[in-house]
Each structure stands twice: as structure tokens, then as C-alpha cells.
């Protein structure tokens, strides 16, 4: 799976997904304080999955109608890369070929898949 790892995931969790076959860019890496808007559009370019943990990424999506190949907004209530690492594998193992161009928001106990506005 092509995905773009926001600077809130850290790198802890793209070497995890790295070994897991995953091609990965991250932004730590890669851009490093690159602005919301920049990795957004990096991702939508690269055709890749972006996985972050900033709301405001559902703003630029929802409220400004911004294009996206699709997001993964974890909402953890604990931050540590081993849980980071633990959800995402959970919702991977679930989840996998329903991701794409999909904006799912994944707690430790819930994955919900938000509806697309008509047009997008």
C-alpha cells in the first residue's frame, strides 16, 4: 500500500509499516514542517494514503473541498508509537481493501468511514 505518514506518526511507526511491505514517505523524512496544505497535496500527487493524526486535514477535505486518495485521522487516546502501531494493524488486518479514497477515523475501539460530500 503507497502511504504518506503525517510528522505526528513517527518513525517508529513507518519502519513498522515499511516491514510490513508498505512503501512509505514521511514527512519527518521527507518535508519536515511541510504545511497541511503541501502534504495534502503530496499525497493526492503520489496516489497515496496519507495517515496522520491532525484534524484539520478533515477541514481542508470536508470544509474546502480539497481532493485526497485517502485519509486515516487516528484519534488515540494513548499517543505511544506501540499503540499507534497496534491500531493501525488492527484496521489494516480489517480494513485494507476498503482504504483507499476513504476517510476513516480509527479510535482504539471504533473505525468509522465518513461519508464523501456529493460531488467528491
Sequence with gaps: MKLLADENIGLEVVRFLRRNG?????????????????VLSQALSEERILITSDKDFGELIYKHGLSHRG???LRLKDE???????????LFKTYKGRLRNQF??????????????PGF
Design 22 to 38: 508498505n512503501d512509505v514517505i514521511s514527512v519527518i523524512e521527507e518535508f519536515p514542517s511541510a504545511k497541511d496544505l503541501r
Design 71 to 73: 485519509v486515516i485521522l
Design 80 to 90: 505511544t508509537n506501540e499503540n499507534k502501531i497496534e491500531v493501525l494493524s488492527g
Design 104 to 117: 476513516v477515523v480509527v479510535s482504539e475501539t471504533k473505525v468509522r468511514f465518513r461519508k464523501r460530500k
